[in-house]
């Protein structure tokens, strides 16, 4: 299982890997959004909470259509699935592995996003905690996009509209985490726990499902 | 037919690098020599010279932060020559100056950025403003790493060239945009001090460590871009001679 | 240890690709899938490995070890695709999957290096998998299945893009695993220079 882990890692590391490629959609997005709104930098540091989840919300669909098809296309996925260990295990291995590839590169790049709003040292704090409790849980639900889409040709996009819809419930508590700890009379834990009761909740689920959908996608 | 030309081309694309890692062997050392000098020089300078009476110590950034800037679109300039050279004339060193020069020309302008970022904080009181000369720096930064991505993300170093070529010309467009934003629109970064026509504007006690620093970071970038060149060339040629490796393999196997 | 399939059938969307395919096999017992295209030998394969549903019918295993409840935990599948990874090196590919998959129970895989060298390619598993050509990619995920033990191999067409002398030396691996009490189901259209098999014709289920 840890070599699962190293190998995917490595995978993404790689020449033609997308760890690289999330970052740099992430920090256009973000860029992109003072061009739209305006160079007012007491909105941006308004805004700047929201356009940081966003940002990294599509950044992490990015690579999640190729998370079972690159292994399709090569039959890899056959033989992942015919062993004794549990598929579930697997896949929540992958996704872990897709996580720390490019989930974790935007947490740690969005700091620095962060100066690009404006935005003081509590939001940036509390902007990248959310985002690391919450970032996970969109792998788990992209999982079971990316599953659901492995034999579909133009398998991407349809990957993120399915995956969008699902994914709202992370980002609402994200923000409003946020938004708490920088407004001082809304409580941040509550959102807070809500959220990463959210992510635990994909974590066991997400895995479930994309087996469910592997097995009977298979031809 | 397609068996000769392609060993023709080949044997060209071997005959001139031979000829450049020769050169760089040769030249690098004095180049190395000339940029410790420089730096030292540069260094002394901007440590000994007096603050300026509003911006205090902090004014010091600028012997940084000015030279980083001219050299991130130096560096952009020098891969956009490379670009034609590898669209029009076709030199085999072309791309491979190009490819060389991305990653420098994104340190320099990460650089830039950072020491850019570090003075504001105290001047202006933020980190960054959208203003239009440090989003056009922004930009070109962005477009850097997309090159780097670009590059990285396809096998074949000919093909590569050819489409990062192309992109590199197109974004060629934002380089004016920067040297001119600070004209063109009335921004808060300063505009151009140094080269303007009418002469400089600076005071000649910050002319002077700033031209010795910006001749510095001159002579790092060619160091840096040769090596890489003379890095990129091995790189290529250790690819072929692993291919050709498997291409052996196959041959004593079937010997057997 | 005995592999029984009692009546298998399979169906892709409506149509019925085989009909109530029976056959037993022991140790040390090879079964070859003959038949012309369309016939269904890959959807028998991806069934027997457990990739495919099967209409009707039980594919089971008799006297094996306790603990296995399906055939293809047991089972080495070699499909049309190699299952290798192009940008790592031939090398993290075979070891990845040899500590992936682990060692089924009686029986070890042999070292990455030696797994090369049984077919033919020893001293390039330093170099990236993507550089090795179609047929030196077939060899080396046949060597995949000598790094990791399973006592049952499912092939299909494994001698596709080989060459004669590669063919030769595939024969030579499949004859030694069943020399050791393995079983090998491969449905190809080629003779793979077996000595004493079984054979399934397919024909192709017509209505």
Redesign the interface.
Known sequence: MISLFFRDLKLSVR??GGA??GV?FF??VV?VV??GVG?D?NL?SRIGPAMLWIGALLASLLGLDRLFQAEREDGSLDLLLMQETPVILTIFVKCAAHWAATGLPLVIASPLLG??M?MNELAIGATMLTLLAGTPAITFIGAVGAAVAVALPRGGLLVSILVLPLAIPVLIFGVSAVYAAIEDPAPFLPPFMILMAITLFFAVIGPVAAAAALRHSAD | MSENSLAIRKFSDLANPTRFLALADRVLPWLAAATTLFFVAGLWLSFTTEGDYQQGETVRIMYVHVPAAWLSMMCYTVMAISALGTLVWRHPLADVSAKAAAPIGACFTFLALVTG?LWGKPMWG??????ARL?SV??LF?MY??L??LN????DPARSARVSAVLVLVGFVNIPIIKFSVEWWNTLHQPASVMRLGGPTIDSEFLWPLLVMAVAFTLLFFTLHIAAMRNEIWRRRVTSL??Q???N??RE??A? | MRLLAEGLSARRGEDLIFNDISFALGAGEALVVTGPNGSGKSTLLRVLAGLLRAESGRFRIEGGPAEIAHPYELSHYLGHRNAMKRELTVRENLSFWQRFMGDSPGGSGIDVNEAAEAV??A??TH??F????A??QRRMAMAKLLVAYRPIWLLDEPTAAL?A??DRLFAGLVTAHLEHGGIVIAATHQPLGLGSTQSLQMKGFTH
């Open positions: 020449a033609g690289m490629i740099l920090m256009t860029a003072p061009f160079p930098l941006l100066l690009f404006n | 970022s933020a980190w960054w403003v959208w203003d989003t922004f930009v962005l790493l997309g780097i991505a990285r993300a396809m096998d692993r291919r490796a498997v291409r393999a196959g196997a079937q057997l | 033919g390619l001293g390039i170099l990236p993507g550089y090795l050509s047929g030196q060459d002398g590669a």
